[in-house]
């Protein structure tokens, strides 16, 4: 059902059915997806900590993408399949459907917001805290030397990364939060979330803006695909920046 009457968003739920993501199965998967970003963040910390950047084995970061693909590809797979039951909402509903070309402007257009927006605030973090830290994973991404290595840290990134979190967090988180306060509250629990799952303190806000600005997109868009292209541009952005300065690929 949708009864919008908006000119605006013809297509967006603004009016949920009474019972889109009220049942006990709803709330216990986003406690259980809450935990485990809980502990991602936890453990990323913890990693940080004892990372040696100087000797990192490709064959032990190669198993470790190959882990996560398998145990974030099943939660994927979960949320996929339990959405339209919590929702009440189709995948096409919310937003899985071929974009157009003012939906790829759109995400283009975002991912350079967002690139001055997590990046700036990053910077800014950086010069307020007088450090020069970095993410985890651009740590291991800079220490790796292996192509075959690089090539699959890279078709990670770019291809996986996007389209499992932003399932994750604008599909399910921020749709949840839309359901029960709206445009904000979906997106600073979506957005929140999304800057503490990658284990990093310092990154944590400058990334939760860059949230801010991927629910835009979806909003703006009301296609799922949107901001995935948006979050795999701005990845790709990085990458290409850390191979192409090698200043930042520097100890």
Known sequence: MNDSTSTISPAWPTRWPKDSF????????????????????????????????????????????????????????????????????????????????????????????????????????????????????VQIFRALHDRVTIALFTAFAVFFAPFAEETIFRIFFFNFGMRYGGFWLGTILSATLFGFAHGDVYEALPLALGGVILCFVYYRTRNAFAPMITHALFNAFSIVALLAVPKLSAP
């Open 22 to 137: 009220t049942s006990v199965w709803a709330w216990l998967l986003a406690a259980l997806v809450a935990a485990l970003l809980v502990a991602a963040f936890v453990a990323g910390i913890h990693g940080a900590n004892a990372l040696p950047m100087r000797a990192v084995n490709p064959l032990l970061i190669d198993f470790s993408i190959a882990l996560q693909f398998l145990v974030e590809g099943i939660l994927i797979a979960g949320i996929l399949a339990a959405l339209p039951y919590l929702s009440k909402f189709s995948l096409h509903d919310l937003g899985l459907r071929v974009p157009d070309v003012r939906t790829v402007g759109i995400a283009a257009a975002g991912a350079v917001l967002m690139a001055i927006v997590a990046d700036g605030g990053a910077s800014l973090m950086d010069s307020l805290a007088h450090t020069s830290h970095q993410q985890e994973t």
